[in-house]
């Protein structure tokens, strides 16, 4: 498969070589909405993008490329990124597709309303110097040659369009003198010829629309077309042999569910039976979303959680509400149980919680006793559920009014004037739901649709359970928040505190009622899309009690920095930002147009009206006049006065900026054109000149500028009460991290302060290097202690205030000396997986890390003001990366000559 010729290639040049391909498109990525982080995996698939476009030497022509990307990992961004970046290769007609008209409205407003939240652009889009604006048109006979023009449909119009001959058709001809990328979402469905598992109508239609994007991507004689797929559902298992063929020199990427959520990226799924009728298994869901929205209220989070009712068939709301009050159907109609929702919720009271709460669900449990802390009555959660459920807190999408209405509420669900607490719905958001705080889905009925195989006579889950599954999948996306010392807003933080409150806002809740078959049949299909693992295993980490009864332990001292914003008090210039500032931003010729005209005989030679001979010629930036400069900023995000006082902190006004020569004032532009068109530049040339210039000083002094940065004082904090908590981890059952330290004997190691670690392999193979080294440091050190950070703390880089939890700190206290010295040694092993090029950590993403190790011992005080101790010195220290050295011998030497160095030489 092409994307395993790529990770081949990535281990022989190494492994950030698509990520920093990405970076070398930093024009591409700032016209990105900053709202959404560029996440390193969405690096990935750009720089492979871009390799394949300029780089890779089997490019195959018309390109045709698909990314295999988890639901909810940012599939749209890459597109918009792509469509940027090609816009640079000279493409401006573009065809964005997919199946159900919700993705085609959904996407419309990520591509073309800046009004919107989940707009994908910044404001103002500059390429090449040039403003680009995002159209929607119908064709491409009348496309704007400067703009980037969009066809948005499904794919059963767009084949309709080319193969019907009505007023608005479209013509393979038409496409034939244009370049054209086709984007192609959910495009799984494109593999019809290619999947026989398909009903036999279903599959002649749909290899209809297939052989129609073929025949548009083949259009273009030079073979310029491109076809990008993008889906989450890419068959790329050997069950499909047919798609393993087609796509094996076509996808390009592949991040699926499993990777994305152990990377963190999503959300925790946990399924929720209760043997009990369908109306109070409807009630505890509402109670369990109160209880998350309680707990993000009490740590000030903007998160409204959403539980979603889901029916099973679908008819309008009637006037009478069945029996369902009081029983478990089979089968359950939207518009019935909508009514019986709203009786049930009106008829509320503190009689019907408190029947509630003598379920026995653990989560069930913490909501109650959460409410009894708060002060929450039984009476007052009556009050709230009636007040945040009333009918027009509630949506049901099944219904056939006001369906454009319906589908601004489902698209905004987490904006703050979105006050929709619930969703009715059968089948319309199985696909094209983006929806990142629904945490509870009730499923209503009580069947199952599991088949048997022809062959093999197996049982298998059916279709419903597998779009059951899928929508789970959806629902599954991390609702982001930041809070205290977390700080990545977009994973999950709370793996290794499960019984941290906060952990409720980390979980998605299935419903059902008790029904161990289906629960069964269901967990098959999450483990086989990667929603869940297969097995998952609680492991705690604590300390021993032996070493609890050591003074280190009670009296002991950790000293930890911490992170302030940085205000930029130490920048006076732009070449305090970076020495060759101003060479940079100054280095390019910019050329005006030369007003040269031709006019020609229709049956004779041209004949050029020349303006004489272009020369250059450089001009102080500030030439061009306060109003024209001040025009220019303002047209920028990034030059609004108070953005850039955040990186030059000592600057006094917009005006000192602007005129000053040690900022934009003394940066120098140099133009290319006629002697007179220099001697007297129009008013718009040098707005287009000062904007190409002002716009590269804005992007690299904010490349360089960092938000925040890590103090050198590190505070003294008791160690018994940072690693006071117990730390329980939720462990996949089959990761190397779940499985105990082989032939290892944690608790005959004395200088190992905890009862395990449950690490990885170089994390393991750290141990046994200190296990062989424990002899020696026992002659120097009177006391001895190894913890393992499963993330009691923190520590901030230098320079850009990153947050750092290295995996090991090691403390020891010196032999009876005159004068008491402590050492706290911070250790970080690394795999190979993050070795650069060359084989070394420096030019790697965690390179950064190990510079700022490295720095602590000369750069970090400290501070026990807090604590009366004399006749005591403390040393930081922090060491090289750990690594085993397999492939690169010189690691593993170089971290035991310092190890040696400063601790027993």
């Known amino acids: 498969m092409l994307y395993e010729e790529f990770d081949g290639y990535k281990k022989f040049v190494g492994v950030d070589v698509f990520k920093d391909k990405a970076e070398e498109f930093g024009a591409v990525l700032k016209n990105l909405n900053p709202e959404f982080l560029v996440r390193d995996y969405q690096k990935e698939a750009l720089g ?30 890459i597109m918009a990124a792509a469509i940027l970046f090609l816009y640079k290769q000279g493409y401006r007609d573009f065809v964005f597709f997919t199946r159900l008209d919700n993705i085609i409205r959904k996407t419309k407003d990520n591509f073309l309303n800046p009004l919107s939240k989940k707009y994908l652009f910044v404001p103002k889009i500059i390429i090449n110097g040039r403003a680009v604006q995002i159209k929607e048109v119908d064709n491409f006979e009348a496309a704007s040659s400067r703009d980037i023009n969009i066809i948005f449909s499904t794919t059963a119009l767009l084949h309709q369009r080319f193969n019907s001959a009505k007023e608005n058709a479209l013509t393979y001809e038409d496409f034939g003198g244009k370049k054209v990328v086709l984007i192609a979402d959910e495009a799984h469905n494109l593999s019809v010829e290619t999947n026989a598992k398909l009903g036999k109508n279903e599959m002649l239609d749909r290899a209809n629309w297939e052989n129609t994007v073929m025949r548009i991507l083949s259009a273009n004689p030079k073979k310029e077309n491109m076809l990008l797929e993008f889906t989450a559902t890419a068959r790329l298992e050997n069950d499909y042999p047919e798609i393993l063929e087609k796509y094996k020199n076509k996808a390009i990427f592949r991040y699926d569910l499993k990777q994305y959520r152990l990377d963190g990226f999503s959300k925790d799924v946990r399924t929720l039976q209760v043997n009990a009728v369908l109306m109070e298994r409807v009630l505890i869901a509402a109670v369990i979303s109160q209880y998350r929205l309680k707990v993000a209220q009490k740590h000030r989070l903007a998160i409204k959680p959403v539980v979603m009712f889901k029916a099973n068939r679908v008819t309008s709301a009637v006037d009478k509400p069945t029996e369902i009050l009081d029983a478990n159907p089979q ?33 069930l449990q913490k909501a109650f006793q959460f409410f009894n802390e708060q002060k929450i009555s039984l009476e007052n959660l009556a009050r709230e559920l009636k007040v945040d459920f009333a009918p027009e807190k509630c949506l049901s999408v099944d219904e056939g009014k006001d369906d454009d209405q319906k589908q601004l509420l489902l698209n905004s669900l987490e904006d703050r004037g979105n006050e929709i607490r619930a969703v009715f719905a059968t089948e319309k958001l199985n696909e094209g739901w983006d929806v990142l705080n629904l945490f509870d889905i009730v499923r209503l009925y009580n069947t199952r649709s599991e088949h048997a195989s022809r062959t093999d006579k197996i049982r298998k889950p059916g279709k419903t359970t597998v779009q059951e599954a899928q929508l789970i999948g959806r629902g599954a996306r991390y609702c982001p928040f930041a809070v205290g010392e977390y700080t990545d807003r977009y994973r999950r933080k709370f793996d290794g505190a499960a019984q941290d409150e906060l952990r409720i806002l980390e979980q998605l809740y299935y419903h059902s009622m008790h029904n161990p078959d289906y629960i069964s049949e269901l967990t098959k299909v999450l483990v086989r899309e990667g929603i869940v693992a297969a097995n998952s295993v609680r492991r705690e980490i604590k300390i021993k009690d032996e070493f609890k009864k050591k003074d280190f332990w009670k009296t002991g001292l950790i000293f930890l920095n911490s992170r302030k914003v940085n205000l930029g008090e130490d920048i006076w210039s732009l070449n305090d930002i970076k020495n060759d500032f101003k060479d940079r931003a100054q280095s390019d010729v910019y050329v005006l147009p030369t007003r040269e005209a031709v006019e020609q005989d229709i049956f004779g030679k041209a004949s050029v009206i020349a303006q004489g001979k272009a020369v250059i ?14 025009a220019v900023l303002d047209g920028f995000a990034a030059g609004k006065f108070e953005k850039i006082k955040r990186v030059f902190g000592n600057l006094e006004s917009l005006e000192d900026f602007i005129i000053r020569e040690k900022y934009l004032g003394g940066v120098k532009v140099k133009i290319k054109g006629m002697p007179p068109q220099l001697d007297n530049m129009a008013q718009a040339e040098k707005i287009y000149a000062a904007g190409l210039i002002a716009d590269k000083v804005l992007m690299i002094a904010n490349a360089v500028h960092r938000e925040y940065s890590g103090t050198k004082n590190f505070k003294a904090h008791l160690i018994r009460k940072v690693f006071e908590k117990d730390k329980v981890l939720q462990l996949d059952a089959d990761s190397p991290r779940a499985q105990n330290m082989r032939d290892f004997d944690f608790g005959s190691r004395d200088w190992m302060a905890q009862n395990e670690i449950w690490g990885t392999s170089e994390e393991e193979a750290f141990l046994r290097f200190m296990d062989g080294a424990a002899g020696k440091l026992k002659e120097k050190y009177a006391d001895i202690a190894l913890l393992r950070n499963e993330q009691f703390f923190k520590i901030y880089d230098f320079s850009g205030g990153e947050p750092f939890y290295p995996d090991f700190v090691l403390f020891l206290k010196e032999k009876q000396t005159k004068r008491e010295i402590a050492y706290q040694v911070f250790v970080e092993p690394k795999g190979d997986q993050f070795l650069d090029a060359d084989k070394t950590f420096e030019q790697s993403k965690e390179g950064w890390k190990q510079k700022f190790l490295l720095e602590i011992e000369k750069t970090a005080k400290t501070d026990f003001d807090m604590f009366k101790i004399e006749n005591k010195d403390f040393c930081l220290i922090g060491l090289p990366f750990f690594n085993e050295g397999q492939m690169n011998n010189q690691l593993r030497e170089n971290f035991e000559k310092s190890f040696n160095d400063e601790l027993l030489n």
């Open 331 to 363: 089968i359950v109609v939207s518009g019935e149980f909508k009514a019986a929702f709203h009786k049930l919720i009106s008829g509320l009271d503190a009689a019907m919680l408190a029947r509630l709460a003598k379920i026995q669900d653990a989560t």
């Open 617 to 630: 010629r450089e001009f102080e930036i500030r030439e061009f006049g306060d109003y024209v400069i001040r």
């Open 48 to 77: 492979r993008f871009f390799y394949y476009f300029g780089d890779y030497p089997q490019r195959v022509a018309p390109t045709h490329l698909m990314f295999n990307m988890a639901t909810g990992s940012g599939k749209t961004l």
